[in-house]
């Protein structure tokens, strides 16, 4: 196979060149070759077959120990100018980078087959979707976008008709960590990632293209590339409201976006479009759209069970694949809080010892195709989206932040995005459970200048007067014994609740300094196992507190110097005042 687009053909010749494979396999997307690419990685090891009468078509990966999240301290953006990479980013001039990385991909495939994988974002005929072509010697990583993304002839086709599209040059090489490196060169459209076979590292559609890209071109053309699950909230009437939520990564995005309502909520239903990225778009009438780029889930595998989301637990019981979790005595997989079964064998592949840590790693995650998903939403093909109501920031907060507030406006919304923190996870290497700053939940994701990223949103009021709501939610405050005050999972559609309830404008709200909250008889309790101290503990904000907290938020602001937007200044202003 080849291609009549000649770019296309030139960077893959020079590609070929450099990184010296031994086969070339054009990806067509169909199922006998993910059949094929199964049975090859069966018989090579990279893939453990599971037990298949109560796991059909499910399997195992093992990463290298030494390869299992992002790493954020290697991953780069390249820009000409410094300042435009920002702060919230690492930064290499572009020639020295692409310098630094050539290098590694030198003769870095001989004896291995390149594999080329084209892609679409989002769906093949929304004018909303972008391409891109991902080079790659890895046969896991090629399942994977089968899985996640519309790979393949299709995709190809829209490329060779449009003739743009991102590029994306990725090798295992070695799994050495000192030779691992995953760099952005946006005004060329290019990645180049060295080194890990993992997720956010390797598969180039998700975060590397999805959002680092992504969301360079959206500011350079008038969108926005989020962190965000799409999900659909259906009232016992019949009508839908549509949210897009940004929680930093392993915060809940995927658990919410296949909440299944509590039986205290006769009536209600819940449709999934997205678990982690959206982008998002104004249509004619100046409302907000957005659209999945995404066709499958890379979900976060331990915690996941019958009780917490029943939709994912039925979901990955078929045509997944499992990576980094343990085994039974069944060759079944097992991980922590699965409810069911006992591990034999850790996420290593050692026998199992319960003092030695966690048979799944925390940071195990479950490959799985959207169709699988018991929720999935028909409108999550639709070329143009869905119009969103409200737009939810969140983060891992055990003090401080209340269980949800409203923005008193879009620009008090951007600068609660802004302002976002959150605890770290297993989901980027480094310690786990400091507070960061994560504004938009985008922290890690984001391929400029976050003061520029704000000025971008700002921009967004200038442009319609029939934008989304702006909310800030946390599932996570926690007690002194470090026991979660609200129960999460499905009782949070009590809380999507009255965040459409507002939009509807159905209810008032007690206006705080940072924003509107709930009185709390308009959050539903029926059914629910809380007192009304801690309800009204979840619902209150605490000034003394806050005004640390908007110290913090000042002194971040202001690393971001003169590229600051005047704008968002303002609005920190405006709360220093409210709280002082
Ligand atoms: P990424 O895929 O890394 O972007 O993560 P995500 O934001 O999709 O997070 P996910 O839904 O996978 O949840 C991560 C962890 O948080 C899991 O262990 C969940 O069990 C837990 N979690 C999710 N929702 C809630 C909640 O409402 N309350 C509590 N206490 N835990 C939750
Ligand atoms: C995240 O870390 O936000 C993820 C997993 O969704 S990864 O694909 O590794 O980025
Ligand atoms: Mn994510």
């Given at each position: 196979?080849?291609?009549?687009?000649?770019?296309?053909?030139?960077?893959?010749?020079?590609?070929?060149?450099?990184?010296?494979?031994?086969?070339?396999?054009?990806?067509?997307?169909?199922?006998?070759?993910?059949?094929?690419?199964?049975?090859?990685?069966?018989?090579?090891?990279?893939?453990?077959?599971?037990?298949?009468?109560?796991?059909?078509?499910?399997?195992?990966?093992?990463?290298?120990?030494?390869?299992?999240?992002?790493?954020?301290?290697?991953?780069?953006?390249?820009?000409?100018?410094?300042?435009?990479?920002?702060?919230?980013?690492?930064?290499?001039?572009?020639?020295?980078?692409?310098?630094?990385?050539?290098?590694?991909?030198?003769?870095?495939?001989?004896?291995?087959?390149?594999?080329?994988?084209?892609?679409?974002?989002?769906?093949?005929?929304?004018?909303?979707?972008?391409?891109?072509?991902?080079?790659?010697?890895?046969?896991?990583?090629?399942?994977?976008?089968?899985?996640?993304?519309?790979?393949?002839?299709?995709?190809?086709?829209?490329?060779?008709?449009?003739?743009?599209?991102?590029?994306?040059?990725?090798?295992?090489?070695?799994?050495?960590?000192?030779?691992?490196?995953?760099?952005?060169?946006?005004?060329?459209?290019?990645?180049?990632?060295?080194?890990?076979?993992?997720?956010?590292?390797?598969?180039?559609?998700?975060?590397?293209?999805?959002?680092?890209?992504?969301?360079?071109?959206?500011?350079?053309?008038?969108?926005?590339?989020?962190?965000?699950?799409?999900?659909?909230?259906?009232?016992?009437?019949?009508?839908?409201?549509?949210?897009?939520?940004?929680?930093?990564?392993?915060?809940?995005?995927?658990?919410?976006?296949?909440?299944?309502?509590?039986?205290?909520?006769?009536?209600?239903?819940?449709?999934?479009?997205?678990?982690?990225?959206?982008?998002?778009?104004?249509?004619?009438?100046?409302?907000?759209?957005?659209?999945?780029?995404?066709?499958?889930?890379?979900?976060?595998?331990p915690g996941t069970n019958e009780k917490t989301n029943k939709n994912a637990f039925d979901m990955i019981k078929n045509k997944t694949i499992y990576t980094n979790v343990g085994l039974t005595k069944d060759?079944?997989?097992?991980?922590?809080?699965?409810?069911?079964?006992?591990?034999?064998?850790?996420?290593?592949?050692?026998?199992?010892?319960?003092?030695?840590?966690?048979?799944?790693?925390?940071?195990?995650?479950?490959?799985?195709?959207?169709?699988?998903?018991?929720?999935?939403?028909?409108?999550?093909?639709?070329?143009?989206?869905?119009?969103?109501?409200?737009?939810?920031?969140?983060?891992?907060?055990?003090?401080?932040?209340?269980?949800?507030?409203?923005?008193?406006?879009?620009?008090?919304?951007?600068?609660?995005?802004?302002?976002?923190?959150?605890?770290?996870?297993?989901?980027?290497?480094?310690?786990?459970?400091?507070?960061?700053?994560?504004?938009?939940?985008?922290?890690?994701?984001?391929?400029?200048?976050?003061?520029?990223?704000?000025?971008h949103w700002l921009s967004f009021s200038k442009k319609s007067n029939n934008l989304p709501k702006i909310f800030h939610v946390n599932w996570f405050r926690q007690n002194e014994a470090g026991e979660f005050?609200?129960?999460?999972?499905?009782?949070?559609?009590?809380?999507?609740?009255?965040?459409?309830?507002?939009?509807?404008?159905?209810?008032?709200?007690?206006?705080?300094?940072?924003?509107?909250?709930?009185?709390?008889?308009?959050?539903?309790?029926?059914?629910?196992?809380?007192?009304?101290?801690?309800?009204?503990?979840?619902?209150?904000?605490?000034?003394?507190?806050?005004?640390?907290?908007?110290?913090?938020?000042?002194?971040?602001?202001?690393?971001?110097?003169?590229?600051?937007?005047?704008?968002?200044?303002?609005?920190?202003?405006?709360?220093?005042?409210?709280?002082?």
């Amino acid at each position: 196979m080849t291609t009549s687009l000649t770019s296309l053909k030139d960077w893959i010749d020079k590609s070929v060149s450099q990184t010296l494979p031994e086969n070339i396999h054009w990806c067509d997307g169909s199922e006998e070759e993910y059949n094929y690419l199964i049975k090859e990685m069966n018989k090579s090891g990279d893939l453990h077959e599971l037990n298949q009468d109560n796991y059909p078509d499910c399997y195992l990966h093992r990463s290298d120990p030494s390869d299992v999240a992002r790493v954020e301290h290697l991953t780069f953006i390249c820009t000409k100018n410094e300042d435009d990479a920002g702060p919230n980013n690492n930064w290499m001039m572009p020639s020295k980078a692409h310098q630094k990385i050539d290098r590694l991909f030198d003769g870095a495939m001989r004896g291995r087959t390149m594999y080329v994988v084209p892609y679409c974002m989002g769906p093949i005929d929304s004018p909303h979707a972008r391409c891109g072509v991902e080079i790659t010697d890895s046969a896991y990583v090629v399942a994977n976008m089968k899985l996640m993304t519309r790979m393949g002839s299709k995709a190809l086709k829209r490329i060779e008709k449009e003739g743009n599209f991102v590029k994306g040059l990725h090798s295992t090489g070695q799994l050495d960590p000192n030779n691992r490196l995953i760099m952005h060169f946006p005004d060329e459209l290019m990645i180049k990632s060295f080194g890990s076979g993992y997720g956010g590292n390797a598969l180039l559609g998700k975060k590397c293209h999805a959002l680092r890209i992504a969301s360079w071109q959206a500011k350079q053309e008038g969108w926005l590339a989020e962190h965000m699950l799409i999900v659909g909230i259906e009232n016992p009437q019949g009508e839908t409201h549509y949210l897009a939520c940004a929680f930093p990564s392993a915060c809940g995005k995927t658990n919410l976006a296949m909440l299944i309502p509590p039986k205290s909520q006769p009536g209600w239903k819940v449709w999934t479009l997205g678990d982690d990225i959206a982008w998002l778009h104004l249509d004619k009438n100046g409302q907000m759209r957005a659209i999945n780029p995404e066709a499958g889930y890379f979900g976060v595998v331990p915690g996941t069970n019958e009780k917490t989301n029943k939709n994912a637990f039925d979901m990955i019981k078929n045509k997944t694949i499992y990576t980094n979790v343990g085994l039974t005595k069944d060759n079944e997989p097992w991980w922590e809080d699965k409810d069911i079964g006992e591990p034999v064998t850790d996420w290593r592949g050692n026998s199992f010892e319960a003092p030695k840590g966690p048979a799944a790693h925390p940071n195990s995650r479950f490959t799985v195709s959207a169709t699988n998903n018991p929720s999935y939403s028909k409108l999550a093909e639709a070329p143009d989206g869905v119009v969103i109501s409200a737009i939810v920031f969140g983060g891992r907060r055990k003090t401080l932040a209340p269980l949800v507030y409203e923005a008193n406006s879009w620009e008090h919304g951007v600068l609660i995005g802004a302002g976002v923190a959150s605890e770290t996870t297993a989901a980027a290497a480094g310690e786990v459970g400091v507070v960061r700053r994560d504004p938009m939940a985008m922290k890690p994701f984001c391929g400029y200048n976050f003061a520029d990223y704000w000025d971008h949103w700002l921009s967004f009021s200038k442009k319609s007067n029939n934008l989304p709501k702006i909310f800030h939610v946390n599932w996570f405050r926690q007690n002194e014994a470090g026991e979660f005050l609200w129960p999460g999972f499905g009782e949070n559609l009590r809380v999507l609740r009255w965040i459409i309830d507002r939009c509807e404008n159905n209810v008032g709200t007690n206006e705080t300094a940072i924003g509107g909250l709930p009185n709390s008889k308009d959050i539903d309790t029926n059914d629910l196992d809380i007192s009304p101290e801690v309800l009204k503990e979840l619902l209150s904000v605490e000034n003394s507190e806050w005004r640390d907290e908007i110290n913090s938020i000042g002194e971040y602001l202001e690393s971001y110097g003169d590229r600051l937007p005047a704008a968002l200044k303002k609005e920190f202003t405006k709360l220093e005042m409210a709280l002082s």
